[in-house]
């Protein structure tokens, strides 16, 4: 089978001949229709996180395809099903995070596309545990952002809380924030978009934003003028960006951090964030059962997924594409 595969750390990927490999027992075999390009993908490639991935990984975890083969067990999947491959490929189930609800902070978790293969391939073995069906009528090409991107703004969103006389500001309408501003309004939210980029501030206003700010201007005249923020959900790894939104925060305010800055580092003001009352949350990816309704809500017809189609052989490029900010949104894999 043809799979991206990352020689060593920071060096370009290979399209390689592999075999394909077999489910064991608890695992199921995906031919692999579609899969997402996230920014996490880049960073494994580059081995820029504190904890580095596998040798020879094939990165990604927006997997979207069909199981081929099951592995020996009583397995809650079947042959010929759609199912989604996430971030989180498996979690022990008997630590005190998952018993609590709170899987994808498990103390021993498999990550797919970092600590086991992903879904940049033909064919790839999943658990079956953690594999998410993709109901009927939800396109591939647009269940695999949903996959990451969908769900982690989705679980940002749901742990700040948003209220319905709340203002929420999405900061990056990119991949990530094109769907986060699209679950602001879902969770009944006035919204605000900010970006840098003309075709992302169009989209923006595309997809019904309350407010648009270019953030080329004086973001912190916009925003007081239309009463600051309750919520700001911070999608860009731009420490700059984070100490803005905080700044745009009223009291009681949230904010959300998704980005992951390079160097890891940002300084925030105290004494704001202390009188003002203001919660600064880290939110990871949702669980199984978040990801499950982001499928349902997009199956209601409730959300967008803007997406670009690319060959594998081409993801060097398309590395290069996504951190020039050049994507509409979210460019996806086509393996069909």
Request: glycine share 10%; charged share 20%.
């Amino acid at each position: 089978m043809k799979a991206a595969v990352v020689p060593t750390l920071g060096a370009p990927l290979e399209i390689r001949d592999v075999p394909v490999p077999a489910p064991g027992p608890g695992q199921v075999l995906v031919r692999i229709e579609t899969c997402g390009l996230c920014h996490t993908d880049i960073h494994a490639a580059r081995g820029e996180w504190p904890v580095k991935p596998k040798d020879q990984l094939v990165p990604g975890h927006e997997g979207v395809g069909i199981v081929e083969s099951v592995g020996e067990g009583d397995l809650p999947v079947a042959v010929g099903q759609r199912v989604a491959l996430p971030w989180l490929g498996q979690a022990c189930g008997h630590c005190r995070y998952c018993v609590d609800g709170w899987e994808t902070y498990c103390t021993s978790p498999s990550y797919m596309g970092y600590t086991m293969d992903g879904s940049y391939a033909e064919y790839a073995v999943a658990w079956a545990s953690h594999v998410v069906p993709v109901p009927d009528g939800v396109d591939p090409m647009d269940a695999s952002p949903l996959t990451c991107a969908g769900v982690t703004t989705y679980k940002a969103l749901k742990v700040a809380d948003p209220k319905p006389d709340e203002t929420c500001m999405v900061v990056g309408i990119g991949g990530l924030g094109h769907l986060g501003l699209q679950y602001a309004r879902i969770f009944g939210t006035r919204t605000v978009a900010v970006d840098v980029h003309d075709d992302k501030l169009q989209l923006a206003k595309d997809l019904g934003a309350d407010h648009v700010i270019d953030a080329r201007g004086d973001q912190a005249a916009q925003l007081a003028e239309i009463g600051g923020v309750d919520i700001a959900l911070v999608t860009v790894p731009s420490p700059a960006a984070m100490r803005a939104a905080h700044a745009a925060l009223n009291p009681n305010g949230r904010l959300v951090l998704v980005g992951l800055p390079a160097d890891n580092r940002l300084e925030l003001p105290v004494f704001e964030t202390v009188l003002k009352g203001i919660s600064i949350i880290g939110s990871l990816v949702g669980t199984r059962n978040d990801l499950a309704t982001c499928f349902d809500l997009h199956a209601r017809g409730l959300t967008r997924v803007v997406t670009a189609s690319r060959k594998l052989d081409d993801v060097n490029a398309c590395f290069e594409e996504v951190l020039a900010g050049e994507v509409p949104a979210r460019l996806v894999f086509d393996m069909r």
